[in-house]
């Protein structure tokens, strides 16, 4: 510990790549606050070489986190729990004010255990296998078996969660349909399709569209491509946390991948400053004395916020009774269930 010490304080530009095992513990949002706060504290962040990196399990993970799906999500990088936030989106959606709901659950293993007593009656589960994936499965069972429906959008017909479903809608592979990718960096990839997807089988967004549409929503899901909820998607840029991708189009990224924020189509490829107070992508931010910080966070001062956290040890540590520790392990070449070890 204290030769890392040594080397982070002696770096000046350092970088840290974590994975989910970071994330995914008890303390796991305690967890990054404290590898940011170390980042913070020694200004390697904003700078070239330099910044943390969430190295995500999922194909892009950090494009759908700017998507909103997460939890509160929207758009953007913006929350339901946020009046502003809630106020623009229905403003972009062009539904009547107060209709986006302000209440959020507490993620995955809540949701399913509310499914399980009968409070979720119904479910549609996306690309994603959570009887093989989630912790205490039983629990995952139970709640599916309870749903009075369950809907699940894959690309393989034999899946452990499958068999659980009322209604299996086929989904497209990567190849099979077009999409922007995001990395952690912030780098948008244009994937094309290069192959007819079998069968009836369609791209989610589609799926997703064609029942909303069915539902009577024609007008708010009459996308006729993935580009087009692209360039949907575009007007959400944020001017408070820098998101932009105003400046992306399906034709720039043919050509190239773009790393937002890319405010313009004629301006760099590469952006890899963030938080930059120039008034471009953010609103500009100038202090009582009239001075102009380099950088500007997405808070109130504009400054960025350490948050201190103690060190706390693992929720459930070996004793007597329970003397091993048991741990998930992939190799390289491993993806995501039935792959697991």
């Known amino acids: 510990i204290r030769r890392a010490a040594r080397w982070i304080g002696e770096a000046g530009a350092w970088m840290s790549c974590w994975t989910m095992g970071l994330n995914q513990s008890t303390h796991g949002t305690w967890n990054t606050n404290a590898l940011v706060n170390l980042h913070l504290a020694t200004g390697a962040i904003c700078r070239p070489g330099a910044g943390p990196f969430s190295l995500t399990g999922q194909p892009n993970a950090m ?3 700017e998507m909103g799906y997460m939890g509160p999500g929207l ?68 709640a599916l078996e309870a749903a009075e429906l369950v809907i699940t959008q894959d690309v393989f017909e034999e899946t452990e969660t499958n068999a659980y479903a009322d209604v299996v809608l086929p989904a497209t592979l990567w190849a099979e349909s077009d999409g922007v990718m995001v990395n952690s960096e912030r780098n948008l990839t244009l994937v094309q399709g290069v192959v007819d997807p079998p069968g009836q ?27 087009e909820v692209f360039d949907e998607l575009k007007r959400a840029w944020n ?40 008034g471009v ?25 350490l948050f201190a956290r103690p060190h706390l040890p693992a929720a459930e540590l070996p ?4 003397p091993f520790v048991l741990n998930t392990g992939r190799l390289q070449h491993q993806w995501h269930t039935l792959t697991k070890t």
């Open 281 to 305: 992508s953010q609103a500009l931010l100038e202090r009582a004395d009239g001075t102009r910080p380099r950088l500007a966070f997405p808070t109130p001062s504009g400054r960025a916020r």
């Open 75 to 142: 758009p953007g990088q913006r929350s339901v729990l946020a009046d502003a936030d809630r106020a623009f989106t229905e403003e972009l959606w062009g539904v009547p004010e107060g209709s986006l709901r302000t209440d959020a659950g507490r993620g995955t293993i809540e949701m399913f255990e509310r499914m399980a007593a009968g409070d979720i009656k119904a479910c549609w589960i996306i690309c994603t296998n959570p009887v093989a994936s989630v912790a205490n499965r039983k629990t995952v069972i139970a």
């Open 63 to 65: 494009g759908g986190r």
């Open 319 to 322: 004793d007597d009774d329970y």
């Open 239 to 278: 001017p408070q946390t820098g998101w932009d991708l105003r400046g992306v189009s399906y034709e720039r990224l043919r050509t190239t991948p773009v790393q937002w924020p890319a405010p313009t189509a004629d301006g760099p490829d590469r952006n890899p400053i963030r938080y930059l107070n120039d």
């Open 201 to 227: 089988a369609l791209p989610d967004w589609e799926l997703i569209a064609r029942v909303a549409r069915a539902m009577g929503f024609e007008e708010a899901f009459a996308h006729t491509s993935a580009e």
